[in-house]
T-cell receptor, first 112, second 116 residues
Framework: NAGVTQTPKFQVLKTGQSMTLQCAQD?????MSWYRQDPGMGLRLIHY???????DQGEVPNGYNVSRSTTEDFPLRLLSAAPSQTSVYFC???????????FGSGTRLTVV | AQSVSQHNHHVILSEAASLELGCNYS??????LFWYVQYPGQHLQLLLK??????LVKGIKGFEAEFIKSKFSFNLRKPSVQWSDTAEYFC??????????????FGRGTSLIVHP
């Protein structure tokens, strides 16, 4: 009963490097989303998915890619890291219907 | 434009004081409403939600919220706060979306500090 698992918990990248933030859920949830949390900005939606093979952009998608090949996994790829991407990233999932989100514990990313 | 507004960015209370955090949204039509809490160093957790029915919703840990459709508001309340309620509180709204995807928009959050 792990819920939503995010890895890594912390990461430091150099400008221009690429990396993938992992997100996995074991609740068979159809909906998954990636948010970034910045001080004073709340949570902003990066990308979301309403099922395997279906993804769409959120409010701040630039510089990020996603894919959803399985129901369980929803990785977030940073293509070429920039200092503006320094943030805390949260993955969340929920089932279809009238439910709130279950959040992962977050990844704190620093780009230097 | 911000579609979900939380008026209070920082609130400081003493234990046993009453709490009310404001949340307003700018969407028309049917919306779904949520309050989430984020304790220091932790992830967001769902406090309560409103989809339909009784506009007074009771959540976990003694919190409640009232949906007032005419005011586009969903304020969070607690009669008597505790030191352990120190956290950041986020209002979220599922706008009338396409295809039933209902991806919520979050407010910017309210930081609550409760002094013992």
């Amino acid at each position: 009963n792990a819920g939503v698992t995010q890895t890594p918990k912390f990461q430091v990248l150099k400008t221009g490097q690429s990396m993938t933030l992992q997100c996995a859920q074991d609740m068979n949830h159809e909906y998954m989303s990636w948010y970034r949390q910045d001080p004073g900005m709340g949570l902003r939606l990066i990308h979301y998915s309403v099922g395997a093979g279906i993804t769409d952009q959120g409010e701040v998608p630039n510089g990020y890619n996603v894919s959803r090949s399985t129901t369980e996994d929803f990785p977030l790829r940073l293509l070429s890291a920039a200092p503006s991407q320094t943030s805390v990233y949260f993955c969340a999932s929920r089932p279809r219907g009238y439910y709130g989100y279950t959040f992962g514990s977050g990844t704190r990313l620093t780009v230097v | 434009a911000q579609s979900v507004s939380q008026h209070n960015h920082h609130v400081i209370l003493s234990e046993a004081a009453s709490l009310e955090l404001g949340c307003n949204y700018s969407y028309g039509g049917t919306v779904n409403l949520f309050w989430y809490v984020q304790y220091p160093g932790q992830h967001l957790q769902l406090l309560l939600k409103y989809f339909s029915g009784d506009p007074l919703v009771k959540g976990i840990k003694g919190f409640e919220a009232e949906f007032i459709k005419s005011k586009f508001s969903f304020n969070l309340r607690k009669p008597s706060v505790q030191w352990s309620d120190t956290a950041e509180y986020f209002c979220a709204v599922n706008p009338p979306g396409s295809g039933g995807s209902y991806i919520p928009t979050f407010g910017r959050g309210t930081s609550l500090i409760v002094h013992p």
